[in-house]
């Protein structure tokens, strides 16, 4: 599926529409269809109302099967050969889910058994135990455009047979940066209840699952996101690949973190930890390293290694990086090859030439980094409301890099201007980025139990 940072970018509509065919048309072998191969039939201004009826019918609650009391979500029978499909975080992996069709004193309940569950992108397809006599709902010849009118059907608040009706905000936003998929951005109205629920458009095909919103309270703030329904054909097909666990953490390189690491080349994304014994660590990458790109793919964004990996899905994979504090030559310091090997291929060792180390110039005068007591590279204490205890640093902490040098450790006392500290805490790694120039934050510091919302883990 192709990066939705790539597809956001096209100024005009209609050219955004023939690059987008053009882009679509060069996918690799095994990567999801828009569509069903059917032709697509012109959208109707408004959706008949028997087809929301039919579509309705087709929609389902969903709740545990020895107590349905306990309501989880909705669903909805689908395809030729008809099956169930909600989200993984609804079923939870379940092997057995009980569905409740109709609402009022018209409801009837069959047993689901589990047949497909890929967690990653947050889909499950459940088989009826018994035959159905439903009418399924079936594809979208074509996605929808940004604009289009798209009703959101489901079970919202446990509230069954329910309706809303919206437009596609954006047709594709990454929501999880570590998962190849882009999501259909809506703004109908969901709620709790309606995960797993089909979005429709006027002709009352499914364009997409609904799956979530932007709301971190959980109820409707006119940003919801759906999963185009080609995903779903592509998990029926067995033609997903999984998204593979590289055992390491990223985080976005803002200019200022560049400028402190002596980052010079363009783009890349930070690496803030990496899982001893993983694919990263095998493959040589460290605390710190800079990621330029995958098999020849720019990483930009955090987000755009998932779609890199997805494009390669096998094979010894050729990783390029940029390591702080080693050689530069002028202006634009030399990248790093190392490889990265996926499961599918046999491991082998990776190796990588090692430059000499970097001289950092002199920083500017700026306020220093005070308030902070080491022994060593241990940090004892850090005084209360000082730049460094704002921006997350503990007692505990050990400083490994600063400004990604390790050796000699700069005298924080006399450190002037911002620094990028990379610190051990309790088995990982992890960027603080201290500025005592800085306006206080009115958030509580990074530390103990919160997490770092800027870090993505792979």
């Known amino acids: 599926m192709p990066d939705p940072a790539i597809l956001t970018?096209?100024?005009?509509?209609?050219?955004?529409?023939?690059l987008l065919i053009a882009a679509l048309a060069a996918l690799p072998l095994g990567a999801a269809p828009l569509a069903e191969p059917h032709a697509a039939t012109p959208l109707q201004a408004e959706v008949p109302p028997e087809a929301l009826e039919r579509?309705?019918?087709?929609?389902?609650?969903?709740?545990?099967?020895?107590?349905?009391?306990?309501?989880?979500?909705?669903?909805?029978?689908?395809?030729t050969d008809p099956v169930v499909v909600t989200n993984a975080h609804v079923s939870a992996g379940r092997p057995w889910l009980a569905a409740h069709f109709g609402s009022g004193d018209a409801q009837w309940v069959l047993h689901l058994r589990l047949r497909l569950i890929d967690r990653a992108r947050d889909l499950a397809i459940y088989d009826f135990t018994e035959p159905v006599s439903m009418e399924p709902l079936s594809a979208a010849a074509l996605a929808p455009r940004t604009g289009e009118t798209l009703y959101a059907l489901g079970a919202p608040l446990g509230l069954p047979q329910s309706l809303s009706r919206g437009a596609l905000s954006n047709p594709a936003r990454q929501v999880e940066p570590s998962v190849p998929l882009a999501y259909y951005q809506h703004d109908a109205a969901t709620n709790p209840g309606s995960s797993g629920g089909p979005m429709l458009n006027t002709n009352g095909e499914v364009v997409a699952v609904n799956a979530r919103i932007a709301d971190g309270s959980r109820y409707f703030n006119g940003v919801a996101f759906a999963i185009p329904i080609a995903v779903v054909d592509a998990l029926l097909a067995g033609i997903l690949p999984e998204v593979p666990e590289l055992g390491l953490s990223l985080r976005p390189l803002s200019p200022r973190m560049a400028r402190l690491?002596?980052?010079?080349?363009?783009?890349?994304?930070?690496?803030?930890?990496?899982?001893?014994?993983?694919?990263?660590?095998?493959?040589?990458?460290?605390?710190?390293?800079?990621?330029?790109?995958?098999?020849?793919?720019?990483?930009?964004?955090?987000?755009?290694?998932?779609?890199?990996?997805?494009?390669?899905?096998?094979?010894?994979?050729?990783?390029r990086l940029y390591r702080p504090g080693t050689t530069p030559e002028g202006d634009f310091p030399k990248a790093m090859e190392l490889t990265l090997?996926?499961?599918?291929?046999?491991?082998?060792?990776a190796s990588a030439k090692t430059p000499a180390p970097q001289t950092?110039?002199?920083?500017?005068?700026?306020?220093?980094?005070?308030?902070?007591?080491?022994?060593?590279?241990?940090?004892?204490?850090?005084?209360?409301?000082?730049?460094?205890?704002?921006?997350?640093?503990?007692?505990?902490?050990?400083?490994?890099?600063?400004?990604?040098?390790?050796?000699?450790?700069?005298?924080?006392?006399?450190?002037?201007?911002?620094?990028?500290l990379r610190i051990a805490r309790e088995g990982r790694m992890l960027h603080v980025l201290i500025d005592p120039a800085a306006r206080p934050?009115?958030?509580?510091?990074?530390?103990?139990?919160a997490l770092d919302p800027d870090v993505i883990p792979f």
């Open 9 to 18: 970018r096209r100024p005009l509509p209609l050219l955004g529409r023939a």
């Open 55 to 79: 579509a309705l019918r087709a929609t389902l609650r969903l709740t545990e099967v020895e107590d349905r009391q306990v309501f989880l979500g909705s669903g909805f029978v689908y395809g």
């Open 261 to 319: 690491l002596g980052h010079k080349l363009p783009g890349g994304v930070l690496v803030e930890d990496v899982i001893p014994g993983s694919l990263a660590a095998g493959a040589g990458v460290l605390p710190g390293d800079i990621l330029l790109s995958l098999a020849g793919r720019e990483l930009r964004r955090p987000g755009s290694l998932a779609f890199a990996l997805e494009e390669q899905r096998a094979g010894p994979l050729s990783l």
């Open 341 to 349: 090997t996926l499961p599918a291929q046999s491991a082998g060792p």
């Open 360 to 420: 950092q110039p002199a920083a500017r005068r700026a306020p220093t980094v005070s308030g902070v007591v080491l022994d060593g590279r241990r940090v004892l204490k850090v005084a209360p409301e000082s730049a460094a205890f704002i921006a997350g640093l503990a007692a505990g902490d050990r400083i490994e890099a600063v400004n990604g040098q390790s050796a000699p450790l700069p005298d924080m006392a006399r450190l002037r201007g911002a620094a990028l």
């Open 441 to 449: 934050a009115l958030n509580r510091p990074l530390t103990g139990n």
